[in-house]
């Protein structure tokens, strides 16, 4: 949504927000975290998902939220600041499944598609998706989805995405990122390297205000390889993609042994670190920001950031769920919105 009726000193953006499983912590850590009233004054929001389970939750904790309800195929565009498009038609039962279920995948994936549409069509300036069950979704079919970042990059038709994992402490991306250890190496690619830096210097000047963004790369291997004596990827692959990035004009260096690295970004030598693989970037950012680090979605045309967990099935309908994370994605994603509509109303 375009800030054509108010100015930009009064835009507030339309951020829609999925339940994820309704057997996980998805409704708990939404209403946890939009019963900040300082966040719900920041902009609307559109929450794709149960409206019973939303409202039995919002009871259950004591919050009080004023929800207004909708048919979710009745959606055109939100003019209240809290709207619940309902998904009735799954018709969930009275007690949930406790862990993963063919509902959950299959509801899971309809509040997924939902949001992504709208956010396409212009109803909505981003979104913000609570965790899904990967097995879920395994369970109802959808196979060819490892995850929301590959439905996303689908839908929205991106050609490159990466995950960049933000927090006040350390920003980190993925060259890869659902791959199995022992199967990088038959994708480790130059471009493989090369996308995720293009992506995050991209990023780190729309969305996070940084002219000059200095990126980290890190090495595949043991020492960044020692000089090829633990491997040659660092020389044969990752070296030409920080070249070739260089090349471009963006102030990139490595590749970092990996031990190190993250350090040095910690410090403030780097304002991202890219990481060769899963684990070697999400280690150091979960245990340095569990509570208040965000999954940012790179290269789609829309907004997606989502908390930096999963839908902690243990814990669901128990009251525990921290919300520190969700309300980051939440606000992470205002002030995304925020920026780009200055940008384009030339209010930089």
């Not at 309902?86 to 997924?112: I, K, Q, T």
């Not at 022992?182 to 969305?207: K, Q």
């Not at 814990?315 to 995304?336: F, N, P, R, W, Y």
């Amino acid at each position: 949504m375009q800030p054509n009726e108010e100015s930009m000193d009064e835009f507030r953006p339309t951020i829609g927000i999925t339940m994820g499983d309704p057997a996980g912590i998805g409704a708990e850590i939404i209403v946890k975290a939009l019963a900040d009233p300082h966040l719900r004054r920041r902009a609307r929001f559109v929450l794709f998902g149960f409206a019973e389970q939303l409202v039995y939750t919002a009871d259950s904790l004591e919050i009080d939220l004023p929800m207004r309800r909708m048919e979710h195929e009745d959606f055109h565009r939100s003019l209240h600041d809290l709207l619940v498009l309902d998904y009735d038609e799954f018709s969930p039962p009275a007690v949930l499944p406790r862990g993963p279920s063919v509902l959950g995948g299959r509801a899971s994936m309809a509040f997924c598609e939902g949001a992504i549409a709208a956010a396409l069509d212009g109803r909505l300036d981003g979104i913000v998706t609570a965790p899904i069950s990967k097995t879920s979704w395994h369970m109802a079919k959808f196979r060819k989805f490892p995850g929301h970042t590959e439905l996303l990059a689908h839908h929205c038709k991106a050609r490159y995405v990466a995950m960049m994992f933000a927090s006040p402490k350390l920003r980190v991306v993925l060259a890869t990122i659902h791959v199995g250890l022992m199967s990088i190496r038959d994708r480790f690619t130059i471009g493989c390297v090369f996308n995720p830096i293009d992506l995050a210097h991209e990023a780190l000047r729309e969305f996070f205000g940084i002219e000059k963004p200095r990126i980290a790369v890190c090495g595949l291997n043991p020492h960044a390889g020692e000089e090829g004596a633990f491997g040659d990827e660092e020389q044969r692959v990752i070296a030409p993609a920080i070249l070739m990035a260089t090349e471009a004009g963006m102030n990139v260096e490595g590749p970092f042994p990996a031990d190190t690295v993250f350090l040095k970004a910690m410090e403030g030598k780097f304002d991202c670190v890219v990481a060769m693989y899963h684990d070697q970037g999400l280690i150091p950012i979960k245990l340095l920001a569990w509570r208040d680090a965000v999954n940012v979605t790179l290269g789609l045309p829309i907004i997606r950031t989502s908390p930096d967990h999963g839908t902690a099935f243990d814990i669901a309908g128990k009251g525990k769920a921290h919300e520190g994370s969700m309300k980051a994605a939440i606000h992470l994603a205002v002030d995304m919105a925020v920026r780009r509509a200055a940008a384009r109303t030339g209010r930089n």
